[in-house]
């Protein structure tokens, strides 16, 4: 698929493979919104593929600008630390890349709102929490 825009969901990564089923699961939800856009998963370590790989991967596909959204609740240490030599590395690799970085997802007025919605919930007896698949 050729396409100008990508979204790179960037996570941790984890050892157990079940732990990314609610980032696949948000991947797959934007590519259902939005077919137009190129969606890659990329992680910080342990699995793959990497932010550098995910990029490369959506250079190659045609992408010209690439958002990158950091599936994380806060800019911790990983977020303002390692991700910006992650995309400076990604850069270098593909200097004609636009490549621009959002807030960690947790830092967004919307899903703070959809948290507390969820806490309020855990509230409510009669409310149940659905998870990714439902």
Sequence with gaps: MTTSSGLILFAHGARDPRWAAPFEAVAERVRALRP???VRLAFLEIMSP?????????ARAGCGR????????GAGGHVRRDLPLLLAALQAAHPA???RLHPAVGEIAGVVTAMAAAALAT?????E??????
Aim: no cysteine.
């Design 123 to 127: 509230l409510e007896p009669e409310q």
């Design 50 to 58: 990497s932010l550098p790989e995910a990029g490369a991967e959506l």
């Design 36 to 38: 137009g856009v190129a």
């Design 66 to 73: 690439i958002e990158i959204l950091p599936l994380f609740l």
């Design 129 to 134: 929490i659905e998870g990714p698949g439902a």
């Design 97 to 99: 890349l636009q490549l």
